[in-house]
């Protein structure tokens, strides 16, 4: 018999989608699966890096044009509305803002939404302290069930996407999710979208390779949350974490290289699947955007430009649209 192998259980997610991924020639996996609790951690402290500009970028943004910001984004007539934060992370950003509706009594409840559920306690256990009077109404989930419980929420609602997370987005997966998240738009909600914007090649490429090494942990991180989850036996000291930026098509990309030809077997999926030296798995886009760029994309999916946020330096953008 064999109803409790576990070949007869049904795959998780993270199981199916690695199957899918190492079976591709070239072989790669969502950075999605990067979040559990320690890579969240690990995300926190890239967050603080010298060489991590756009947390920076984005929160002088905030600090500057707080008030503006929250104005663009409340609805007209200042009735009730929902905040909804798709990758809500710990909220360092997010707080600003938070700060700047409860100092104009605006009558709203915070709904961050994010896949880390250790991410989400944190934040909810610091919103409680920092900020009482706070509705919060917290969901732990990815971005895909998060787009249908926003279609199905009634009422006003104003929907935070920032840390430019929509660079993550192959650009075709980026139309499609934007296009998602435009349907359940009234014409009177908002959109924030925080944009890294391109610069010099050298800050950009510094940022995914920094010299303290946490990115490079937070990659390999994704090896060990396998082993861990899949049982898998990956050999984290034959692997490195390799990352380049391309100026023409705006996209930092993150790889796991396999310094040695290798197997790795996978108990969870039954397979062994084959290294050779110096292959590599791809993890990550990071795009880097043009102002210009962004206007093409809003129309693109059917979305207009309300206002226009930049740092002093103009590293990043925080964008304000509307259906
Ligand atoms: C959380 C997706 C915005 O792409 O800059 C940081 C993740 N990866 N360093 C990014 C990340 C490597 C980050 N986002």
Redo the contacts with the bound molecule.
């Keep these: 018999m064999s109803s409790s192998s576990t070949l007869s259980r049904p795959l998780s997610a993270l199981a199916q989608h690695v199957a899918t991924g190492l079976r591709q020639t070239p072989k790669a996996l969502s950075?999605m699966y990067?979040y559990d609790d320690a890579g969240s951690r690990l995300?926190q402290q890239?967050m603080a890096l010298p060489e991590?500009y756009?947390t920076r970028a984005e929160f002088a943004i905030f600090e500057e044009h707080g008030a503006a910001i929250a104005a663009a984004l409340r609805p007209a007539g200042n009735g009730p509305f929902a905040l909804v934060e798709l990758?809500a992370?710990d909220g360092s950003k997010t707080k600003v803002l938070l700060r700047e509706f409860l100092r104009a009594d605006a009558d709203f409840t915070y709904a961050p939404v994010d896949i880390s559920a250790g991410a989400m306690t944190g934040l909810v256990d610091g919103l409680k302290q920092e900020m009482p009077g706070l509705r919060v109404a917290p969901v732990v989930s990815d971005y895909a069930t998060a787009l249908r419980q926003l279609g199905s929420r009634p009422g006003s609602k104003g929907v935070l996407f920032l840390?430019?997370?929509i660079?993550?987005f192959a650009p075709a997966d980026r139309l499609s999710f934007l296009r998602q998240l435009a349907a359940p738009l009234a014409p009177a909600d908002r959109l924030l979208i925080g944009f890294?914007l391109q610069k010099d090649p050298r800050r950009i490429r510094a940022?995914?390779d920094d010299s303290q090494g946490v990115?490079a942990a937070?990659?390999l991180n994704l090896l060990t949350r396998l082993n861990r989850e899949l049982d898998a036996d990956f050999d984290l000291a034959s692997w490195q974490h390799f990352t380049d930026y391309n100026p023409l098509s705006g996209a930092?990309r993150?790889y796991l290289v396999s310094t040695r030809a290798q197997q790795v077997r996978i108990p969870a999926l039954d397979e062994t699947f084959q290294f050779t030296a110096w292959e590599v798995i791809h993890t990550?886009n990071?795009y880097k955007f043009t102002l210009p760029q962004i206007e093409e994309l809003a129309a693109q999916v059917g979305l207009r430009v309300v206002d226009t946020f930049t740092d002093a330096d103009a590293d990043f953008a925080d964008v304000v649209m509307a259906a």
């Design positions: 950075s990067f995300f890239i991590y756009p990758g992370g840390g430019s997370n660079g993550n890294d940022a995914y990115t937070f990659n930092v993150s990550e990071s």
